[in-house]
């Protein structure tokens, strides 16, 4: 799989998951392995390191600067880089974030091969990475329509996108669909895929089409490479490995699931999120939930807490609270397959297994 100037020899990305659970461990492990290692640029303030100084409130990130530090990113780079070496190495950053254009150039500094983003239409991505012509930009889509629009606003750059994400709606986290179309057929992964690889025909070029969302095996691989995807994007199955940045409370979370416990929840960032239903979502429902203070300011459309008070939690510290393996207070994203998971492994075992079969 080719995506800009860089060869990936298996067909599988690693998706970007945070706070902290594809850091510097996963991504350069996986990429090491001969996928693509996404690290996740949301929440590196949380990032232990002695050569990282960050300025706290109540043990959490103040502010933008610290809540997405670009002195944490660069350690978490040069980390994964200790690990996969030159291999191509990327960074997702969400486009609803604050500080959007910042961090993707703190990104490309640190050294970033590929950057990959979604939660929102990236339409002025190439603006911020105009100084760094060789690093790839990968955006995340749901339907046809938002690669076409994608594809018009950067025709002012001279620019398509080196290979676009199709995310369909069983994926972990934010959702690009409303609550009901995440159940309707039409909005599933096999029926939005074969749209977007025909909008692409019409910009010329071979852009690689990548399928996300619900992807667990081999059999899912090959599926989507028969429909004539270049790779799929998978995270969730990743959470179950040793090298997973994650504590191992937050893998225990998906081993111990249910089918049943894996639903979807409102978000302060205004789209529905599948996460697996612990103390917070009941705590949550029953009012006793960690009272809602914006201490990270991480994404633009809570508006400074006010979403977060009107669904009953803030994502940031929630999610922060789950790399740190709080049972009682964390947000457990996982895909609609993290039940599934039932042991640790190594990411040497698992993408044997995605390539040759289990």
Not at 85 to 91: E, F, H, N, R, S
Not at 212 to 231: E, P, Q, R, T
């Amino acid at each position: 799989m080719k995506i800009g100037k860089y060869e990936i020899k298996h067909p599988i990305i690693q998706g970007g998951m945070g706070v902290g659970i594809s850091w510097d461990r996963l991504a350069g492990t996986v990429s090491k392995e001969g996928g693509l290692g996404v690290i996740s640029a949301v929440g590196t303030g949380y990032y232990k390191s002695e050569n990282v100084h960050i300025i706290t409130r109540k043990d959490k990130p103040k502010d933008v600067a610290n809540f997405y530090s670009k002195d944490a990113l660069n350690e978490i780079v040069k980390n994964a880089r200790k690990i996969c070496g030159d291999a191509p190495l990327a960074c997702n950053i969400l486009y609803a974030i604050n500080d959007y254009g910042r961090v993707v150039k703190d990104a490309c500094e640190a050294g970033i091969n590929i950057i990959i983003t979604g939660a929102g239409i990236p339409t002025n991505m190439p603006e911020f990475t105009k100084d760094y012509p060789d690093v790839a930009l990968v955006p995340i889509v749901s339907s046809a329509r938002a690669l076409k629009l994608i594809c018009k606003k950067w025709k002012r750059y001279n620019k398509i996108p080196d290979a676009v994400i199709v995310e369909g709606p069983l994926s972990g986290g934010h959702q690009g669909f409303k609550y009901e179309d995440c159940f309707k057929e039409e909005f599933q992964l096999e029926n939005i895929v074969p749209p977007v690889i025909e909008e692409a025909k019409n910009w010329g070029e071979d852009i690689p089409i990548i399928a996300a969302g619900g992807i667990w095996d081999k059999n899912d691989i090959d599926k989507f490479l028969n429909l004539g995807c270049a790779g799929v994007q998978m995270a969730t199955r990743f959470i179950g490995t040793h090298e997973c940045d994650a504590d191992i409370a937050l893998k225990k979370v998906l081993i111990d699931s249910k089918e049943e416990d894996i639903k979807l929840m409102k978000s302060p960032v205004g789209l529905p999120a599948r996460a697996v239903r612990t103390n917070l979502q009941f705590s949550i429902e029953n009012k006793t939930a960690p009272k809602v203070a914006c201490i990270s300011n991480c994404v633009a459309p809570c508006h400074r807490g006010v979403e977060a008070k009107a669904v009953g939690y803030c994502i940031a510290d929630r999610l922060g609270a789950a790399y740190q393996g709080d049972l009682d207070t964390g947000l457990f994203f996982t895909g609609s397959n993290g039940y599934r998971m039932d042991k640790i492994i190594s990411v040497h075992e698992l993408m044997e297994k995605l390539i040759k079969g289990e």
